[in-house]
């Protein structure tokens, strides 16, 4: 091997060395930030090992009408996903849009023992018919103009 493909070789394997470490780090800098999605019926059904559980993770489902109490700030309310249930606890202010039967995302830590999740942070859902006023009285102009919108493409089966 001539000494300039061995210092090519040595500068190929050098660039990969730290690309290999800098992925490595990328990596387990990232783990501990993963948040995963659950289900109320995942919880229940004893799919999640012990350490899963304990991990800060995030639940949906809609709330359970008539489970929704107020203690000052405490909010306490039932999670469904229409199979199993699971009661929440949530300290702040919940959002606008929260109400019972409302699909909801909840952020925290799943309580074993209570078999409560301890919310830090609680987003509400909007149905997927929802849309901005903005843009519901932009796209009505556009229809009086006669233009073809994206209302008429979805009303035609398109």
């Known amino acids: 091997m001539t000494p300039?493909?061995?210092a090519r070789l040595t500068a190929i394997a050098v660039v990969l060395l730290?690309?290999?470490?800098?992925?490595?780090?990328?990596?387990?800098?990232?783990?501990?930030?993963?948040?995963?999605?659950?289900?109320?019926s995942d919880i229940a059904n004893g799919t999640l090992t012990e350490q899963q559980l304990s991990r800060h993770m995030r639940i949906g489902?809609?709330?359970k009408t008539g489970t929704l109490k107020h203690k000052g700030e405490k909010h306490e309310f039932v999670v469904t996903d229409g199979v199993n249930d699971l009661a929440v606890s949530y300290r702040g202010v919940l959002p606008d849009l929260f109400r019972?039967?409302?699909?909801?995302?909840?952020?925290g830590k799943y309580e074993a023992p209570e078999k409560k999740?301890?919310?830090?942070?609680?987003?509400?859902?909007?149905?997927?018919?929802?849309?901005?006023p903005d843009v519901k009285k932009g796209l009505e102009r556009a229809h009086e103009q006669g233009l073809k919108t994206l209302m008429d493409e979805n009303s035609d089966g398109n």
């Open 117 to 132: 999740f301890i919310a830090k942070e609680v987003l509400a859902k909007h149905d997927e018919n929802y849309m901005p």
């Open 4 to 6: 300039r493909a061995r």
């Open 100 to 107: 019972e039967g409302q699909g909801i995302v909840a952020e």
């Open 61 to 63: 489902g809609l709330v």
């Open 18 to 40: 730290g690309l290999s470490v800098a992925l490595g780090f990328a990596l387990y800098g990232l783990s501990g930030k993963i948040t995963y999605f659950q289900t109320p």
